[in-house]
């Protein structure tokens, strides 16, 4: 099955600075690529997707990139405001898998003022 | 639109109680799923629902069994809690019509401890 490692666990940044969270695949035939923000006391809500024939995708201040060859991608949020304060999943899928996502453990983004 | 509802949102059992945490969606999707959420262990699969009438084993099904009851429900139960099933479990649901792919829709949680 798939293994999903995302770093790091726990990222406080200045507000208006950016955060970079990095998330490490193990199934090379995984090909697709979700990040989740789940709010205190909400559930997790999908915030960008990356396909596997698309190397970057932007939405105006997040960003993901993938990089196939060495099996990682990254979340990058720009210009970060206090409400990016959440929790961030990355997540990744396998085909022939069963139609399941497979998670990462979370990171905690504090952005401080 | 409610989305995805689940109830209750927290629950105190004791060691051997059972109990049943219902989901219902409005949104006509097709794939209804159960995951656990553990400080440091991030999301688990369940069990899931690809379509009404088929249910399949997840990640971490010991100890829990589900039913989908149609096309808006899909219920989770824990037939003799532990407390090792202490945990926050959400509800998600995911229009099939996307393929393999697509948004998931989770519900707001419920929060469970089992003492």
């Known amino acids: 099955g798939e293994n999903v490692e995302q770093h790091p666990s726990t990222l406080s940044v200045q507000e208006g600075d950016s955060a970079v969270i990095k998330c490490t695949y193990s199934?090379?035939?995984?090909?697709?690529f979700p990040w989740y923000k789940q709010e205190l006391g909400k559930g997790p809500q999908l915030i960008i997707d990356?396909?596997?024939?698309?190397g970057e995708k932007k939405d105006q201040r997040i960003a993901v990139t993938l990089n196939k060859t060495a099996k990682h991608f990254s979340l990058h949020i720009t210009e970060t405001q206090p409400e990016d304060s959440a929790v961030y999943f990355c997540?990744?899928?396998?085909?022939?898998?069963?139609?399941?996502?497979?998670f990462g453990t979370g990171t905690q983004l504090k952005v401080e003022l | 639109n409610a989305g995805v509802t689940q109830t209750p949102k927290f629950q105190v059992l004791k060691t051997g109680q059972s109990m049943t945490l219902q989901c219902a969606q409005d949104?006509?999707?097709?794939?209804m799923y159960w995951y656990r959420q553990d400080p440091g262990m991030g999301l688990r699969l369940i069990y899931y629902?690809?379509?009404?009438?088929?249910?399949d084993k997840g990640e971490v099904p010991n100890g829990y069994n589900v039913s989908r009851l149609n096309k808006r429900e899909f219920s989770l139960r824990l037939e003799s809690a532990a407390p090792s099933q202490t945990s926050v479990y959400f509800c998600a649901s995911k229009d099939r019509e996307r393929g393999n792919t697509g948004e998931l829709f989770f519900g707001e949680g419920s929060r469970l401890t089992v003492l």
């Open positions: 199934d090379s035939a995984s090909n697709y």
């Open positions: 997540a990744a899928l396998l085909t022939g898998g069963g139609n399941k996502l497979t």
């Open positions: 949104m006509n999707h097709n794939s």
């Open positions: 629902s690809a379509s009404e009438g088929t249910t």
């Open positions: 990356i396909r596997s024939n698309v």
